[in-house]
């Protein structure tokens, strides 16, 4: 048992830097704070009430909730299925596998503003890579504007993250495939089973604790993504692909400093209640392994 002033030095950075700063934050949810106010009165729920009922001044903080909550589901399942394929392809039975995971791994080594700047070129209706490569290769109904036309933004914000996001994912699941005994497998095998059922009937259950640390860090991710959609889009076209994040900085760049952090106390809440849950399926799970 170790003494307790061997890490009382990191919780008193970790209370200035993180807890007062929360708590003030969620005081100041209650307050009608702003750099349009003479000093700063308590509210009550004004703020909650204008985020969740009120149209306020034509922003629809409802819909920024869905964008984020919708991004952090499509692209848990998204990247979650291309990791597990990825890692089942490169754990054996490839040549050149360790050359395989380095390269699939490598854009989880760059960060989101190199990424975003990257495929924000990539990406330019009339300049970029892509539309110039379908242009080509006579495909030229294929170029779109990837990032400006509502029918594509988000398909292609998710595609980006993917990339960005399935090498880290994969190495989970490798390190969760590589801790289950070959004997599993060749029982299966004798007893006649194929490729899917050992999948599912071997790979699966003994996978579950991958499975759930990936979809528990997917999630906590995906609700507060901030910077991929910052740089690609910044919310636009419009406000069409804003999240909770980019409200929030963009609510503190109009003065609305209470707003902005009771939208920021909203989220902090989804992430406790649902990673609460998550992590309580998770050890669950792992108990009826």
């Known amino acids: 048992m170790y003494p307790f002033h061997f890490v009382l030095g990191a919780l008193i950075l970790y209370g200035f830097?993180?807890?007062?700063?929360?708590?003030?934050?969620?005081?100041?949810s209650f307050t009608d704070w702003s750099q349009f106010n003479q000093g700063i009165h308590f509210v009550g729920l004004a703020n909650y009430k204008a985020i969740f009922v009120e149209?306020?001044?034509?922003?629809?903080?409802?819909?920024?909730?869905?964008?984020?909550?919708?991004?952090?589901?499509?692209?848990t399942v998204l990247k979650g299925v291309i990791a597990l394929g990825l890692a089942l392809l490169v754990n054996k039975g490839i040549r050149f596998k360790n050359i395989?995971?380095?390269?699939?791994?490598?854009?989880?080594?760059?960060?989101?503003?190199?990424t975003g700047l990257v495929f924000k070129s990539i990406l330019h209706p009339t300049t970029g890579l892509l539309n110039h490569l379908l242009t080509s290769i006579g495909l030229e109904g294929l170029a779109q504007s990837w990032l400006t036309d509502p029918s594509w933004v988000f398909t292609s914000i998710y595609?980006?993250?993917?990339?960005k996001g399935v090498g880290y994912l994969m190495t989970i699941f490798l390190a969760g495939l590589q801790t289950i005994p070959e004997e599993y497998y060749e029982a299966a095998e004798i007893d006649g089973a194929r490729f899917w059922r050992k999948l599912f009937h071997v790979t699966f259950p003994l996978l579950m604790p991958a499975v759930m640390v990936t979809t528990v860090l997917s999630v906590l991710y995906g609700l507060r993504v901030f910077d991929i959609i910052y740089v690609l889009t910044n919310g636009g076209p419009g406000d069409l692909t804003d999240v909770l994040y980019t409200v929030v900085l963009k609510t503190f760049g109009y003065g609305y400093y209470a707003v902005g952090s009771a939208l920021s106390s909203i989220l902090f809440v989804f992430m406790i209640i649902i990673g609460y849950f998550m992590i309580q399926f998770m050890i669950k799970n792992e108990v009826e392994l």
């Not at 395989?100 to 190199?114: D, E, M, N, T």
């Not at 595609?159 to 990339?163: I, R, S, T």
């Open 100 to 114: 395989h995971r380095g390269l699939i791994f490598l854009p989880a080594i760059l960060s989101f503003i190199v």
């Open 17 to 28: 830097l993180y807890v007062i700063p929360s708590l003030m934050g969620i005081y100041y």
């Open 55 to 75: 149209d306020n001044a034509g922003v629809h903080y409802v819909q920024y909730i869905f964008n984020t909550l919708k991004f952090t589901g499509i692209t």
């Open 159 to 163: 595609a980006v993250d993917a990339w």
